[in-house]
């Protein structure tokens, strides 16, 4: 135990079906509930569609759900994917960047059901999409659907094959550039967060204080895969740029990383850092906001 005590499972990184997840938002806070999680942040892709019913199900179980967003971004920064926490589902100008997203989602996916046909790996784009159920489209989907018809040994070997960034199948995101996503969080009044730093390219030296400076509030420190010397060495950075650890296991209900739902330890001090940002982010410090491009 540490001074803080981390008394009860804390995951600030999950994922539904409403995006590339395999469990609907109610049961995953269901799953989490019964692990003992008492603090969870759906964080689906481009989507806050799920909140309302984990959030339902969250104050029947006493799980305090934070409704959250992953923007994943790809650039020469390598992949940036930006966690907004608090993030409201109601706010109609966020919903309208969101959905532009999800449309660019599924246009990628799309055209890399088209390369797979013509590499000879076919797939019907009807069976992507029964799979998402409506979830914001992603390489997941595919993964799946490429193991069904027997394109590939199993799910996990999708992403090191046939949709790995080097295949000739592989579609590039277009979207956000890594700072536009976490100011399009701060203009909404979120708190942004580096996810799973260990994907980005450049040095985090290079990349962290221009990040910092467009409002990033927070860095990803606890996550299953990490060793612990990266840990040690985000928590460092972290203390240098004056952000706040977070954490989570990124639970997807398919394909893990590194850690099962509320299995990353999570002090509630970052919780706690995390609610003082809110206040601040609510108490409306005037931010200066960069208008947003369509393209990168
Ligand atoms: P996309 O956003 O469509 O590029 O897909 C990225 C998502 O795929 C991530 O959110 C991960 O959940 C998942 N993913 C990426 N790489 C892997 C991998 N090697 N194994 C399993 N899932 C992966
Ligand atoms: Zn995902
Ligand atoms: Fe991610
Ligand atoms: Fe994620």
Redesign the pocket.
């Given at each position: 135990m540490t001074a803080e005590g981390v008394a009860y499972p804390i995951d600030l990184h999950t994922?539904s079906l409403r995006s590339?997840g395999a469990y609907a938002p109610g049961d995953l806070i269901r799953m989490a509930a019964s692990r003992g999680v008492r603090v969870q942040a759906l964080a689906d892709?481009d989507t806050l569609a799920g909140v309302a019913e984990a959030v339902a199900v969250g104050e029947q179980l006493g799980v305090r759900v934070i409704p959250a967003t992953e923007l994943?971004t790809e650039s020469d920064w390598g992949d940036v994917h930006v966690l907004g926490y608090f993030v409201d589902p109601a706010d109609a100008g966020l919903e309208d960047r969101l959905r532009w997203l999800r449309e660019n989602?599924g246009r990628r996916i799309e055209l890399m059901v088209e390369r797979l046909a013509a590499l000879g790996h076919p797939v019907r784009l009807e069976r992507v999409m029964e799979i998402a159920q409506g979830g914001a489209l992603?390489?997941?989907h595919l993964?799946q659907a490429l193991f069904e018809a027997g394109h590939v040994p199993s799910y996990?070997a999708a992403?090191?094959t046939l949709l790995s960034k080097d295949s000739p199948a592989y579609v590039a995101?277009v979207g956000l550039t890594p700072l536009e996503a976490v100011r399009l969080i701060r203009a909404h009044r979120g708190v942004p967060s580096l996810a799973h730093p260990g994907t980005v390219a450049v040095e985090l030296e290079v990349a962290l204080p221009e990040l910092v400076d467009a409002g990033l509030a927070g860095i990803e420190c606890y996550y299953g895969s990490h060793s612990v010397d990266a840990t040690v060495r985000y928590l460092s950075l972290a203390e240098r740029y004056g952000l706040i650890p977070t954490g989570g296991s990124?639970f997807?209900g398919?394909?893990e990383?590194g850690a099962p739902l509320g299995g990353v330890r999570v002090p509630p001090a970052s919780v706690a850092a995390l609610d003082e940002r809110r206040r601040s982010a609510l108490a409306g410090a005037a931010y200066h906001v960069e208008p947003l491009g369509r393209a990168r």
């Open positions: 994922h590339d892709h994943n989602r992603g390489r997941p993964a996990d992403f090191d995101r990124d997807h398919r394909g990383h």
